[in-house]
């Protein structure tokens, strides 16, 4: 394949070694053996720093490689597609560092990306015991330091931090206000290395059902001393700041779910081929042919949607509150729907360790369950959606929204924009390009089907879809703007608004 993203990770795949070589650093055979002792990593991930992949997690502006998130998403599909594990614990250094792209100062950024070019762990550390995903009920303190030495004092734990224990750096929320609330929050970056002795330790390992190599931890800050120059934005900006952030790894949580789905339909495939049954291989069955033909044309449904996330970060980027929280529901709910078929298809053999290529299967599916969990769950994302919902429905209405820069992602061609962070808002104020685009796509379908009938039963489908949107839109135009519960009949409401914008990508 020509396109630059798929060329560079087919070339990085190479360089990593022939995953099914058991004696190779990053097979899948070494996966299992660190997943079988919960043990993290180490040795794979040091293998990607000497390949460099983490120079693609800091932007091109800041020193590093990273000019393109179509690219990012196809290496960490990549390393995903070998191992999750090791995309989980490797990938956080960009989750770790994303909130000083997004808001730092230059030279603090620059700071950042050289950190972890040098193959610092950064990780992220918004989580606490008792909020989960409340995040403006965070307790861990950053108060002003007040005698005479500038900066601020941070108190508090952080706990369920991947790599909070491995991480040198972690950038984290605090409250600043004891007030709280939307502006009450900075996020500090917070150098461990450079902390005082006794003023940090480190929660133990929680042993997970899958990821189980990964450092999944905690830290408690106790009287820790940062200075002036650890906070990331302005001083009660965190919260803003972490809610853009969570907009580009949220997106780029497709990269995980592309994986694993790969490599679940790569197993599910070698069986068919290989399971006799009946004086003849179970592939040459229908219903199973069936089965995995649905499952590849999800998983291309879910390329396309990604490919175009991707590059919506550069083109569409000032309505990525939309495209992130589609992507973060979708891919992950609809790889768990793909894996689920696949358990069924493999029977047994998806359940026994040992058997059918060491037992991978189920590792995969076990890995993945944390993908809908972490980084905004399935109900926050769509929550965030129906938020939006009465003036999406007006702009789709008005058919604003930027038509152009979501044609742009539609077309691998468009070279791309640099990111403007600036760019990134909390909400989509012209309503979704996406959306904007779907009549034009339609009619365009329609008038080459008139010349070419093998396209009648796309252009039929894209007719549908239309009315589907159309009642979609009055449905959320009618929506009771939430004050504070939001109905369930909202959230089925928000998951037909990802199936119809997905569908406007696709076409
Ligand atoms: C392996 C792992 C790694 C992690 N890594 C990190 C990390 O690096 N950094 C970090 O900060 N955090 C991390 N987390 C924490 C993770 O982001 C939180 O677990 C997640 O945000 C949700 O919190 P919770 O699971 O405690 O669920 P809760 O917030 O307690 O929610 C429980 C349930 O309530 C429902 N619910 C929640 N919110 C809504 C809503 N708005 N509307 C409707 N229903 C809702 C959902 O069904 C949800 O499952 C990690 C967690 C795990 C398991």
């Not at 709280?180 to 390992?205: C, N, Q």
């Not at 879809?465 to 703007?481: K, S």
Request: net charge negative.
């Amino acid at each position: 394949m020509e396109h630059l993203p798929y060329r560079l990770a087919e070339d990085f795949d190479r360089d990593l070694g022939d995953p099914r070589d058991a004696a190779g650093s990053f097979s899948f055979a070494r996966c299992l053996e660190f997943d079988e002792k919960e043990e993290f990593p180490d040795e794979i991930c040091r293998g990607l720093e000497k390949w460099g992949l983490s120079s693609y997690y800091v932007p091109t502006r800041h020193g590093g490689r990273l000019s393109d998130y179509e690219q990012l998403l196809q290496l960490m599909r990549s390393v995903a597609r070998r191992d999750l594990t090791v995309a989980v614990g490797h990938g956080k250094t960009y989750l770790g560092a994303v909130c000083a792209w997004v808001a730092g100062e230059p030279g603090q950024a620059r700071r950042v990306g050289e950190a972890v070019m040098s193959g610092v762990p950064v990780s992220l550390a918004l989580t606490e015991r008792a909020h989960g995903s409340d995040l403006l009920a965070g307790e861990v303190q950053g108060h002003p330091a007040g005698d005479g030495r500038g900066g601020r004092i941070v108190s508090g734990e952080k706990w369920l931090i991947n790599n909070a224990t491995r991480g040198e750096m972690l950038s984290v929320l605090t409250r600043t206000d004891p007030g709280g609330g939307p502006r009450g929050f900075s996020m500090l970056l917070v150098d461990k290395r450079k902390l005082a002795e006794g003023t940090y330790r480190h929660l133990p390992k929680v042993r997970t059902h899958g990821i189980r190599g990964a450092d999944i931890s905690g830290i408690v800050l106790d009287g820790a001393h940062v200075p002036d120059e650890a906070l990331i934005g302005t001083e009660g900006g965190g919260i803003e700041t972490v809610l853009k952030a969570l907009q580009l790894t949220r997106t780029m949580c497709a990269a995980l779910s592309l994986g694993a789905a790969d490599h679940g339909l790569s197993l599910a495939a070698d069986f068919v081929e290989e399971r006799e049954l009946y004086g003849r291989r179970l592939v040459e069955l229908p219903q199973a042919r069936r089965v995995l033909a649905e499952a590849a044309a999800d998983v291309l449904l879910h390329e396309a949607l990604a490919v175009v996330a991707s590059r919506a970060v550069h083109t569409l980027t000032g309505e990525l509150s939309l495209t992130a929280a589609v992507t973060k529901y979708l891919l992950p709910s609809g790889t768990e729907d793909v894996l689920a078929a696949l358990t069924r298809l493999l029977g047994a053999r998806a359940f026994l360790k040992g058997v059918h290529a060491g037992g991978m299967f189920q590792k995969v599916e076990r890995d993945h369950r944390i993908v809908g969990l972490f980084d905004g769950n399935t109900l926050v994302n769509l929550n965030s959606l129906v938020s939006q919902f009465r003036s999406l429905a007006r702009c789709y209405r008005r058919g604003t929204g930027d038509a152009a820069g979501a044609s742009a992602a539609y077309d691998l061609s468009v070279p791309l924009p640099e990111m403007d962070p600036a760019a990134l808002s909390l909400v989509a104020r012209r309503g979704s390009g996406v959306l904007a685009t779907l009549q034009d796509s339609a009619a365009e379908l329609a008038r080459q089907a008139a010349e070419n009938p093998a396209r009648a039963e796309a252009a039929a489908a894209a007719e549908r879809l239309l009315a589907v949107a159309g009642r979609l839109h009055n449905d959320m135009a009618e929506a009771p703007q939430p004050v504070g519960d939001v109905p369930p009949a909202a959230f089925e409401t928000a998951r037909r608004y990802t199936l119809c914008y997905a569908a406007a990508a696709v076409l």
